[in-house]
DNA sequence: GCTATGTTGATAATGATTCTCATTTTCGTA
DNA sequence: TACGAAAATGAGAATCATTATCAACATAGC
């Protein structure tokens, strides 16, 4: 069950391995805006700051409001501005599961992984599986396809939602991940 | 490769047993009705009738411009009434694929399957495989999780598209989805 | 410091979907 | 077959997440 046993590890590899520290995106962030001739702002700095020290997957109006907190005047427009330009540095990941919103999911390492979603109360917990990405593979190739990308998402209820004890209320915090 | 041989068959049993025709499910949807004590109206039989005698996977939108020139007085929203009415019949699947409106699926056999989905044209292929189903399985047990329900979704480019000739335009119509 | 150019915040606009409500239909019953 | 309660309809308003608009305002290079 190491992360070389990848072909019948159901977890695969250990996310984590080749992570980008809180500073490292930051400043990958303003690189990416100087190559692009973008002007840095006290406003994408906070908005930035904020995404990357915060856990994964925040939707943007949790985004704003923990922004709001740090720099009162930022207004939505900018939010949505900056996670846009977050999605396009690479910075973040954008997710759509099945409740509405779009989440936002911090990106600090280069790993492909899939969703598992509690649907009581909100968890999403991260997972990797390359059986699943082989099958996934021969179906498209059978079917004549190239494949471009994939979404896959599993819901369900979590092992601390089964057992009684809810683990967290259903506040927006609750929509936060846990890492597997 | 026959329906038997599931676990190395990618395309899992062929999709199209236990098929209902659309008079069955005209029937259903009647008995459906009184069942509930809801009435029967011109609307509903036409918007019921056009939605069942149209291929996989429609939009609102396409269902609403196809009963109008059954029925034209129909209106937007007795449409988005009617196909969820026909989802809680267990007659239409509701569908969320990455282009904002949802799409609505006939639902006329049991079986559950996953898409794949062309990037250029639009096309949806459907694929059951049973291989993917259970490692989905192990990794929900894994990390504790009971499966209520998974949304799969495979996006590249198909045979047509990538052999050049365009096998139809990109008009709506070119979103409709052929059997596999 | 100055200016061209990019950025911001407030708000209007958009697109998909749902709600509201006055009017019309349906259907069990007399 | 006509009645009337209850349900359904259509038109448009409302909603929700997201994007566009635009005048006022910063930023970065000179």
Redesign the pocket.
């Known amino acids: 069950m190491t992360a070389r046993a990848a072909a019948t590890d159901v977890m695969g590899p250990p996310i984590g391995v080749n992570q980008r520290t809180q500073a490292q995106r930051f400043s990958a962030f303003k690189d990416a805006?100087r190559e692009r001739?973008?002007?840095?702002?006290?406003?994408?700095d906070d908005i930035a700051r904020v995404f990357f020290a915060n856990k994964r997957h925040i939707?943007?109006?949790e985004l704003y409001r923990e922004v709001k907190q740090v720099?009162p005047?930022?207004?939505?427009?900018?939010v949505?501005?900056?996670v846009?330009l977050l999605r396009e540095c690479g910075l973040a990941a954008e997710r759509h599961f099945h409740d509405?919103?779009?989440r936002f999911e911090n990106v600090e390492h280069e790993h492909h992984h899939d969703h598992l979603i509690c649907e009581r109360c909100g968890r999403i917990v991260e997972f990797a599986n390359e059986g699943i990405e082989r099958l996934q593979e021969q179906v498209a190739h059978k079917l004549g396809f190239v494949i471009t990308r994939h979404k896959m998402e599993i819901y369900g209820v979590c092992p601390e939602c089964r057992s009684g004890r809810v683990p967290r209320t259903a506040s927006r915090r609750a929509r936060d991940s846990s890492q597997t």
Chains 1, 2 share one sequence.
Not at 37 to 43: H, P
Not at 73 to 78: E, F, L, P
């Open positions: 805006l001739s973008l002007k840095s702002t006290s406003q994408r939707s943007v109006e720099n005047g930022v207004g939505y427009a900018t949505y501005r900056t846009r509405g919103e779009a």
